[in-house]
């Protein structure tokens, strides 16, 4: 089946720096990856939906400038949480779509970010 | 009020017995459900997938569709440990072209 990483799997960083979180799909094409956030003992929330080559599109709520998307190639997207702080700290997980007409949304394993 | 409602438990229920899981819904544009199955720190999988009312099986899972109540469930029969899990509900409304929408899942443990 078809499979997504995420690196790093788990990062700790102070107040005030900016992280990069990197999704990959590896045996497949993507020309949308999704990115959501999920605080403990609640549902995934969409922060933005990213398309190669195109800027992202962000959920009401979600800064953009806070949190940068880069989908610069169809098995890449970044996602750069900028000047963290502790309130950020959560389980970031992304997502993508086969390029061909799929109905399915691949999962990574998430990265649990702790500012602190 | 929320698009999607989900119990979010938690659930324990003996091994074998039968899981019920359900979400209800507000959006009557929906036509597209699927449950996702999310172990403890990991990204969901997805486990069924079914599109408008009707009923889908795949062993031991059996997901059905009420658009007529907004009512989705999903079926677990002889529940095993390694289901323990949280159990995800999601929606969409145009195949392909729009977000999906969670429930806040259920937490479901299986008794040995």
């Known amino acids: 089946g078809a499979v997504v990483s995420q690196h790093p799997s788990r990062v700790i960083c102070k107040s005030g720096t900016s992280v990069k979180i990197e999704c990959r799909s590896l045996?497949?094409?993507?020309?949308?990856m999704f990115w959501y956030r999920q605080f403990p003992k609640q549902s995934l929330m969409l922060m933005a939906t990213?398309?190669?080559?195109?800027?992202?599109?962000?959920e009401q709520g979600v800064e953009k400038d806070k949190f940068l998307i880069n989908h610069a190639s169809l098995t890449l997207s970044t996602l750069t949480v900028t000047s963290a702080h502790p309130e950020d700290s959560s389980f970031y997980i992304c997502?993508?779509?086969?390029?061909?007409?799929?109905?399915?949304?691949?999962f990574g394993p998430g990265t649990r970010l702790t500012v602190t | 009020q929320k698009e999607v409602e989900q119990d979010p438990g938690p659930l324990s229920v003996p091994e074998g017995a039968i899981v019920s899981l359900n979400c209800t819904y507000s959006?009557?544009?929906?036509?597209?459900f699927m449950w996702y199955r999310q172990y403890s720190r990991k990204g969901p999988e997805l486990l069924m997938y079914?599109?408008?009312?009707g009923n889908k099986e795949d062993g031991r899972f059996t997901a059905q569709v009420d658009k007529s109540s907004k009512y989705i469930s999903l079926f677990i029969r002889d529940s095993q440990p390694s289901d323990s899990a949280t159990y995800l509900c999601?929606?969409?409304?145009?195949?392909?072209?729009?977000?999906?929408?969670f429930g806040t899942g259920t937490r479901l443990t299986i008794i040995p």
């Open positions: 079914t599109y408008s009312s």
């Open positions: 045996d497949f094409q993507a020309t949308t």
């Open positions: 990213s398309n190669e080559g195109s800027k992202a599109t962000y």
């Open positions: 997502s993508a779509r086969e390029m061909a007409a799929s109905y399915e949304q691949y």
């Open positions: 999601a929606m969409e409304s145009n195949f392909g072209n729009e977000k999906l929408t």
């Open positions: 959006n009557s544009a929906f036509q597209y």
